[in-house]
T-cell receptor, first 118, second 112 residues
Framework: DAGVIQSPRHEVTEMGQEVTLRCKPI?????LFWYRQTMMRGLELLIY????????DSGMPEDRFSAKMPNASFSTLKIQPSEPRDSAVYFC????????????????FGPGTRLTVL | QKEVEQDPGPLSVPEGAIVSLNCTYSNSAFQYFMWYRQYSRKGPELLMYTYSSGNKEDGRFTAQVDKSSKYISLFIRDSQPSDSATYLC????????????FGSGTRLSIRP
């Protein structure tokens, strides 16, 4: 398996522009997570889906952020309009709660998208 | 106050040394404890997993949980340069529906 796939790997944009980050989870995994990582705040959970349904979006900073999971193999995180404080590495992770005793806690992370908003 | 506190480091030790990484937490409901390792420019990967209190050993790595003190540790014996990475502790309550809370990570460097 190729693991979790994220695109783009790097994104540089200007303040006010729309940014769309993409994620393809590991095939067969039914939980998907979006995280943001910064030096100041560490790794923060933004939202997670179970069976394509958003379960907890309490970590989404504000209305400028939205996430969708139209099917089991694809998810997007959109920021509109983007601001310089959104600059961070955004990770997507997937897990299979049915896999083993702690399958649900074994989250497989993608390589991340490094976002810079100028 | 954060639910999970972790010293960010950086921590630099010579090759072969024993490394101790630690986290404290405030939520007594946490039951499952994990350590993730993150290499530079990569995503985190699960390294160790423990339930409730006690020790768990896996090769050169030992995870220790002291729930009475709300303190968890990861020990690395015979440290290698390849162990240089950021180590994040993570934990969650008993319910599998609860989200995992991550520490901010400790950056570790092993000097050859």
């Amino acid at each position: 398996d190729a693991g979790v796939i994220q695109s783009p790997r790097h994104e540089v944009t200007e303040m006010g522009q729309e940014v769309t980050l993409r994620c393809k989870p590991i095939s067969g995994h039914n939980s998907l997570f979006w995280y943001r990582q910064t030096m100041m705040r560490g790794l923060e959970l933004l939202i997670y889906f179970n069976n394509n349904v958003p379960i907890d979006d309490s970590g989404m900073p504000e209305d400028r952020f939205s996430a969708k999971m139209p099917n089991a193999s694809f998810s997007t995180l959109k920021i509109q309009p983007s601001e310089p404080r959104d600059s961070a590495v955004y990770f997507c992770a997937s897990s299979d709660p049915g896999q083993g005793r702690h399958g649900g806690d074994t989250q497989y992370f993608g390589p991340g998208t490094r976002l810079t908003v100028l | 106050q954060k639910e999970v506190e972790q010293d960010p480091g950086p921590l630099s030790v010579p090759e072969g040394a024993i490394v101790s990484l630690n986290c404290t937490y405030s939520n007594s409901a946490f039951q499952y404890f994990m350590w993730y390792r993150q290499y530079s420019r990569k995503g985190p990967e699960l390294l160790m997993y423990t339930y409730s209190s006690g020790n768990k050993e896996d090769g050169r790595f030992t995870a220790q949980v002291d729930k009475s003190s709300k303190y968890i540790s990861l020990f690395i014996r015979d440290s290698q340069p390849s162990d240089s990475a950021t180590y994040l502790c993570a934990m969650r309550p008993y319910s599998s529906a609860s989200k995992i809370i991550f520490g901010s990570g400790t950056r570790l460097s092993i000097r050859p």
